[in-house]
């Protein structure tokens, strides 16, 4: 599924170059529940970006789903990322006027489905996280976990063949995101390859395997 080999990824910062990445090898099953782990500035987010086709690397070989998608153009990037990859973040990135199933269906008008299409999978994306019975409440009507719950939805609603969370509890109470992990650990039992970054070993322990990174490099990985 993640096939990485040698990834760098080197910043400019006015006359220095900050080396984020320093040689990568990463692989990632297909229906695998991973964690990411690392100290602030261990290129924790610059690997989740390379993941994700948000960036691509320097150098190095990577290989998503068969395709290579190490040195693609970025219109090219952000094809493979509508269709393969589901994104989470901590603050949920949720439009503040907008109701959970429009929230949901917005992502999917890239695919050019039709208006009752996109409404349809919108509708069963939020019912598969429990909130069939929210779709017409708004953000600031609804809990943190819920919105987060909307988040997922919508990264859900495309049909990706991986989700990328990134601290995806971090901005809930404990309980909140212990449900919120139970949702992850629920599709991930339907086949869909997870892969969260963290900071929190309890978010770890979820996962069948934690990766960790420091320095840009790839320290060990527990089972």
């Known amino acids: 599924m993640i096939q990485m080999k040698n990834i760098t990824k080197t910043y400019q910062m006015g006359t220095q170059a900050v080396h984020a990445l320093r040689g990568v090898d990463l692989q990632v099953g297909k229906g695998e529940f991973v964690a990411i782990m690392g100290p602030s500035g261990s290129g924790k987010s610059t690997l989740m970006n390379v993941i994700g086709c948000l960036d691509a690397p320097t150098s190095g070989t990577y290989i998503l789903d068969d395709v290579d998608v190490s040195q693609m153009s970025d219109s ?35 695919g050019g489905l039709s208006r009752s299409e996109r409404l349809k999978r919108a509708k069963e994306a939020l019912a598969a996280v429990g909130l069939g019975d929210r779709m017409d409440h708004k953000p600031d009507e609804l809990s943190g976990g819920q919105q ?76």
């Open 148 to 223: 987060q719950r909307v988040a997922i939805a919508r990264a859900l609603a495309t049909d990706p063949s991986i989700i990328l969370a990134d601290e995806p509890t971090g901005a809930l109470d404990t309980t909140t995101g212990e449900e919120i992990l139970g949702i992850f650990k629920q599709l991930n039992s339907q086949g869909i390859t997870v892969v969260v970054i963290t900071h929190d070993p309890e978010v770890a322990a979820v996962a069948q395997r934690t990766i960790w990174i420091r320095d840009g490099v790839i320290q060990e990985h527990h089972a």
């Open 76 to 110: 090219q990037q952000a094809r493979v990322r509508n269709k393969r990859i589901g994104f989470v973040f901590q603050q949920f990135n949720l439009l503040p006027r907008t109701t959970a199933l429009k929230q949901v269906a917005l992502p999917l008008m890239y």
